[in-house]
């Protein structure tokens, strides 16, 4: 505060008339100093703090349980060192369960995104009644995924469901949704894809309506079709979209909890464990056998194993993918000698 | 119609002296920079698209509208005539709760969307207009925590809640919901770009304070943006499971909670469960229906930020 206390007083003394007196800093200044400096402090503050409680000190308090023994009853715990991690990684069916949930992820992820990609590129054309498509692609996003989750859980029923009635009416047999681990992953990965295609379509169509239209021109007047233009054009500008989508269905993918809860009315991922989730074991560990210590293991293992998938899906899309615009066809040293060349050529031209 | 096809004779007296009024004409600039007209083709996509989204919908009210028996037999396309029997006896299932789901999932829906949207303009505007130590860095550090999964800070709420005796209550899953780190995000991204700094500077100088800049500026600026994130933010609340399915109990669940209890008393009647379903589904449907373009809007306009 003495840099404030200073300032006004020197401010007048620059003025070449010497004869106003240097002014004391009034209260409504000082309160306007203030005002300025902590205000920005003072709007943070409200998040901050809430964040603090409801959000920091519970991820940082779970890394602290996870060393401990919890005792319920005395609601306290007493350290044991790495235990709990040695126990959920020597258990069958924490392995059962990321064999799972990555089967699930993948056949939620790779569909949805490439259905995502097309549906956009048709929304992206000139079409009438644009608003009405678009948000008919939306309506899914709106149900609650336990309401999909029961809805498709009737639609896969092993006995009776929709999809089984119809095949059996072309002739084949019914698919045991409910006991076959790859078809459960398919049942509930179309749960997943159902409710978040259209929401991933509308992010991919927002960006493809930001690619500069005389890029698809002048394709058209070197002769490359629809196709063409689609992978040279269209999908190496998706690129930053592209990777924020892959990120956020990534973060929610490999958490997924509702959908495989309601697949069946135990919600405990199957007699054998067809479909137990990472998230659906975490709930059992914690809530069905009460052992806070393994949960938060457990939790932390899904953190870690969310980072990791992370990184290397921004990795593989990086590579995939093609850049963003036109590769540089010199290098920067090429170019700089090409200049220097030229510049030669210029003087020894004006020299002549 | 014919009219408005064939170009009037004023319109061909009027456009004489304009250099190629043709290409003027409304319409036909959109034609040029977005492509012709596409073909029915393009409408039968977007068709299948559009009922592929709708008829899971169709089938739950036409199974919720018939009996136990309904799924067994073959599927016609007429709803059946007992939806209200079994919407009643969901509403009356002394189990399930669901007026009380209806209430709880409502109020505890609006006051999270207000409180976040509040806690995330205030927050927003801070880093996206002022300066200040550790700014930056801070906001650097709001977004990265979006990565983390809620389900790290489940055993330490749990316990905090037990603790404080809470479990069961829907201040339990309010208080923890209060705040958003990706409201945070989107506030200050559109903050960023609506308010020119000159604007700000302006009513600096003319000897508004740091909250009367807010107010007049930052909040008329920020509203658009602020509707959307109460909607995401109150679909988000609504739809929400694992949490509230941890900490709260039967007697005073959220709408999704009682469809679980739904479904674990009900297994064998599907009729009743997917009515129970249709009927949880219709606020969704209803507030779908009246803000289903901001929702689109909201996603379009945050992908091209994010």
Same mark, same amino acid.
Not at chain 1, 55 to 82: C, H, K, Q
Not at chain 1, 180 to 205: C, E, F, K
Not at chain 2, 8 to 14: D, G, R
């Given at each position: 505060?003495?840099?404030?206390?200073?300032?006004?007083?020197?401010?007048?003394?620059?003025?070449?008339?010497?004869?106003?007196?240097?002014? /004391?800093?009034?209260?409504? @200044?000082?309160?306007?100093?203030?005002?300025?400096?902590?205000?920005?402090?003072?709007?943070?503050?409200?998040?901050?703090?809430?964040?603090?409680?409801?959000?920091?000190?519970?991820?940082?308090?779970?890394?602290?349980?996870?060393?401990?023994?919890?005792?319920?009853?005395?609601?306290?715990?007493?350290?044991?060192?790495?235990?709990?991690?040695?126990?959920?990684?020597?258990?069958?069916?924490?392995?059962?369960?990321?064999?799972?949930?990555?089967?699930?992820?993948?056949?939620?992820?790779?569909? @949805?995104?490439?259905?995502?990609?097309?549906?956009?590129?048709?929304?992206?054309?000139?079409?009438?009644?644009?608003?009405?498509?678009?948000?008919?692609?939306?309506?899914?996003?709106? /149900?609650?995924?336990?309401?999909?989750?029961?809805?498709?859980?009737?639609?896969?029923?092993?006995?009776?469901?929709?999809?089984?009635?119809?095949?059996?009416?072309?002739?084949?047999?019914?698919?045991?949704?409910?006991?076959?681990?790859?078809?459960?992953?398919?049942?509930?990965?179309?749960?997943?894809?159902?409710?978040?295609?259209?929401?991933?379509?509308?992010?991919?169509?927002?960006?493809?309506?930001?690619?500069?239209?005389?890029?698809?021109?002048?394709?058209? /007047?070197?002769?490359?079709?629809?196709?063409?233009?689609?992978?040279?054009?269209?999908?190496?500008?998706?690129?930053?979209?592209?990777?924020?989508?892959?990120?956020?269905?990534?973060?929610?993918?490999?958490?997924?909890?509702?959908?495989?809860?309601?697949?069946?009315?135990?919600?405990?991922?199957?007699?054998?464990?067809?479909?137990?989730?990472?998230?659906?074991?975490?709930?059992?560990?914690?809530?069905? @056998?009460?052992?806070?210590?393994?949960?938060?293991?457990?939790?932390?293992?899904?953190?870690?194993?969310?980072?990791?998938?992370?990184?290397?899906?921004?990795?593989?899309?990086?590579?995939? /993918?093609?850049?963003?615009?036109?590769?540089?066809?010199?290098?920067?040293?090429?170019?700089?000698?090409?200049?220097?060349?030229?510049?030669?050529?210029?003087?020894?031209?004006?020299?002549? | 119609?014919?009219?408005?096809?064939?170009?009037?004779?004023? #319109?061909?007296?009027?456009?004489?002296?304009?250099?190629?009024?043709?290409? +003027?004409? +409304?319409?036909?600039?959109?034609?040029?920079?977005?492509?012709?007209?596409?073909?029915?083709?393009?409408?039968?996509?977007?068709?299948?698209?559009?009922?592929?989204?709708?008829?899971?919908?169709?089938?739950?009210?036409?199974?919720?509208?018939?009996?136990?028996?309904?799924?067994?037999?073959?599927?016609?396309?007429?709803?059946?005539?007992?939806?209200?029997?079994?919407?009643?006896?969901?509403?009356?299932?002394?189990?399930?709760?669901?007026?009380?789901?209806?209430?709880?999932?409502?109020?505890?829906?609006?006051?999270?969307?207000?409180?976040?949207?509040?806690?995330? %303009?205030?927050?927003?505007?801070?880093?996206?207009?002022?300066?200040?130590?550790?700014?930056?860095?801070?906001?650097?550090?709001?977004?990265?925590?979006?990565? &983390?999964?809620?389900?790290?800070? &489940?055993?330490?709420?749990?316990?905090?809640?037990?603790?404080?005796?809470? %479990?069961?209550?829907?201040?339990?899953?309010?208080?923890?919901? #209060?705040?958003?780190?990706?409201?945070?995000?989107?506030?200050?991204?559109?903050?960023?770009?609506?308010?020119?700094?000159?604007?700000?500077?302006?009513?600096?100088?003319?000897?508004?304070?740091?909250?009367?800049?807010?107010?007049?500026?930052?909040? %008329?600026?920020? +509203?658009?943006?602020?509707?959307?994130?109460?909607?995401?933010?109150?679909?988000?609340?609504?739809?929400?499971?694992?949490?509230?399915?941890? &900490?709260?109990? +039967?007697?005073?669940?959220?709408?999704?909670?009682?469809?679980?209890? #739904?479904?674990?008393?009900?297994?064998?009647?599907?009729?009743? &469960?997917?009515?129970?379903?249709?009927?949880?589904?219709?606020?969704?449907? #209803?507030?779908?229906?009246?803000?289903?373009?901001?929702?689109?809007?909201?996603?379009?306009?945050?992908?091209?930020?994010?």
């Amino acid at each position: 505060m003495t840099t404030t206390a200073t300032r006004p007083a020197t401010r007048p003394t620059k003025k070449d008339d010497g004869t106003r007196q240097p002014r /004391v800093i009034s209260f409504s @200044q000082k309160l306007s100093k203030w005002d300025l400096k902590f205000s920005p402090y003072l709007y943070i503050s409200p998040f901050f703090i809430m964040f603090a409680i409801v959000g920091l000190f519970p991820i940082g308090y779970t890394a602290v349980i996870s060393f401990m023994d919890w005792d319920l009853v005395r609601n306290s715990g007493e350290f044991i060192g790495i235990d709990q991690y040695v126990w959920i990684l020597t258990q069958p069916h924490f392995w059962t369960a990321l064999r799972n949930t990555f089967s699930i992820f993948l056949l939620s992820s790779v569909p @949805q995104l490439i259905l995502a990609i097309f549906i956009a590129a048709v929304l992206d054309r000139n079409i009438r009644a644009r608003t009405f498509w678009r948000m008919s692609v939306l309506l899914p996003f709106v /149900v609650a995924p336990v309401a999909v989750g029961l809805i498709f859980t009737a639609i896969f029923a092993d006995n009776f469901g929709l999809v089984n009635t119809w095949l059996n009416g072309i002739g084949i047999d019914g698919i045991p949704w409910h006991k076959d681990p790859l078809a459960s992953h398919v049942a509930i990965a179309t749960m997943v894809n159902y409710r978040w295609t259209g929401y991933n379509t509308l992010i991919l169509l927002a960006a493809m309506q930001a690619v500069n239209r005389d890029f698809y021109e002048a394709a058209t /007047v070197d002769g490359a079709g629809p196709v063409r233009q689609f992978f040279s054009i269209t999908l190496p500008s998706l690129k930053p979209t592209l990777i924020f989508v892959i990120i956020t269905s990534t973060i929610g993918g490999l958490q997924i909890f509702d959908e495989p809860r309601v697949f069946d009315q135990f919600g405990r991922g199957g007699a054998g464990q067809q479909w137990l989730t990472i998230a659906l074991y975490l709930y059992d560990i914690g809530w069905g @056998q009460w052992n806070f210590g393994r949960a938060a293991a457990m939790a932390w293992i899904l953190f870690v194993i969310i980072l990791l998938i992370g990184l290397i899906n921004l990795f593989i899309t990086r590579t995939l /993918v093609r850049d963003e615009g036109l590769h540089r066809e010199l290098t920067k040293r090429q170019a700089r000698a090409l200049g220097k060349a030229a510049k030669k050529n210029v003087k020894e031209e004006a020299s002549r | 119609m014919s009219t408005l096809e064939t170009t009037p004779a004023t #319109l061909t007296v009027a456009e004489e002296g304009i250099p190629n009024a043709k290409a +003027r004409r +409304r319409g036909s600039r959109t034609i040029k920079i977005r492509g012709a007209r596409p073909g029915w083709v393009t409408y039968g996509i977007l068709t299948v698209v559009f009922l592929t989204g709708v008829f899971p919908l169709y089938w739950s009210f036409i199974i919720g509208s018939g009996d136990a028996s309904s799924l067994r037999r073959p599927f016609s396309w007429v709803p059946g005539g007992n939806f209200w029997d079994n919407a009643m006896a969901v509403m009356n299932n002394e189990a399930v709760n669901f007026w009380p789901a209806l209430w709880n999932s409502i109020y505890s829906s609006f006051l999270i969307a207000a409180a976040v949207v509040i806690t995330s %303009t205030l927050a927003g505007w801070a880093f996206a207009k002022l300066r200040f130590l550790g700014g930056p860095a801070l906001l650097v550090f709001v977004v990265a925590t979006m990565a &983390v999964p809620q389900q790290l800070g &489940v055993v330490p709420l749990y316990i905090l809640f037990s603790e404080l005796g809470w %479990t069961g209550q829907i201040g339990a899953i309010i208080i923890p919901a #209060l705040t958003s780190a990706f409201g945070v995000f989107w506030m200050t991204q559109y903050l960023r770009q609506a308010v020119p700094d000159e604007l700000i500077e302006a009513a600096r100088v003319d000897g508004a304070s740091m909250i009367r800049t807010f107010w007049t500026v930052g909040v %008329t600026a920020a +509203r658009p943006a602020a509707a959307m994130l109460f909607l995401f933010t109150f679909v988000g609340a609504w739809n929400n499971f694992f949490w509230p399915f941890i &900490v709260l109990d +039967r007697q005073n669940p959220t709408l999704p909670v009682a469809l679980s209890l #739904l479904q674990s008393n009900y297994f064998v009647d599907y009729s009743i &469960v997917l009515a129970g379903v249709i009927l949880a589904t219709i606020p969704l449907l #209803l507030l779908f229906i009246f803000a289903g373009k901001q929702l689109v809007s909201g996603i379009m306009a945050g992908a091209v930020k994010g």
